[in-house]
């Protein structure tokens, strides 16, 4: 490789790299979210090192013209197994997620403490730690914490030879509003221990990208669907 190209390709790095850190990175963490939001304490917060400055935080709201409990239905059956993020689910279908949304309410599918919910149709996912109805719903995984899964549940983790500590929790939040509204903040949290300048950004970059713009539309297709104007409705 001529050394213009690699000169121009790592500027273009660089570039990117700036680019994503500098504007990027907090439009797509903070979407729809006040910075006070942005740092509120909510429901899981204490399950990841550093709470909500931790190396990632994203924290998404929306409000949606319905009360909580026309809300939680519709979110507490998220799930591959299950029906599906509200999301973008061809692009899941392509990345081999085997994600299909299913817009009606099924009550077998309701999440409740001690479950798993399923993101790939390998069967990796996270374990369901805390729900309570009408008010949040919270997920974790954590290298330092790995009970007894059912069979073919599957935590994302390094082996568990290796020293490196990496957690991250997901967690969804209603929030009553006077006139029968609610606020909806979804939050993800994850820390790791430092690897180098390069890695850790690959793996921020990964961990907020992708998530994020997923969990827009999530935010996006749940308000239509508690407020009843979703097409498939």
Not at 128 to 147: A, G, I
């Amino acid at each position: 490789m001529k050394l213009k190209t690699l000169t121009a390709l790592m500027a273009a790095a660089g570039g990117t790299a700036a680019a994503y850190k500098g504007f990027a990175r907090t439009w797509l963490t903070t979407w729809g979210a006040t910075p006070a939001e942005h740092t509120m304490p909510l429901a899981g917060d204490d399950l990841i090192p550093g709470g909500v400055h931790a190396p990632v935080n994203m924290t998404q709201a929306i409000t949606i013209d319905a009360p909580p409990d026309k809300v939680w239905p519709w979110l507490v059956q998220i799930g591959q197994d299950r029906a599906g993020f509200m999301s973008f689910e061809k692009l899941e279908r392509l990345f081999g997620f085997g994600i299909y949304n299913t817009y009606r309410i099924v009550p077998e599918w309701q999440l409740k403490t001690g479950d798993f919910c399923r993101f790939h149709k390998s069967g990796v996912g996270m374990r369901v730690v805390d729900v309570e109805p009408n008010k949040h719903l919270v997920m974790v995984t954590d290298s330092k914490d790995r009970p007894q899964l059912k069979p073919g549940d599957i935590e994302l983790l390094p082996p568990k030879g290796w020293k490196w500590h990496v957690a991250w929790n997901w967690s969804f939040n209603l929030i009553a509003l006077p006139g029968g509204k609610t606020r909806f903040l979804a939050r993800g949290l994850a820390v790791w221990d430092p690897i180098n300048p390069v890695v850790d950004f690959i793996l921020d970059f990964l961990a907020g990208v992708p998530s994020c713009i997923m969990q827009m539309q999530m935010c996006r297709e749940l308000k239509q669907l508690a407020e009843g104007t979703h097409p498939s409705l």
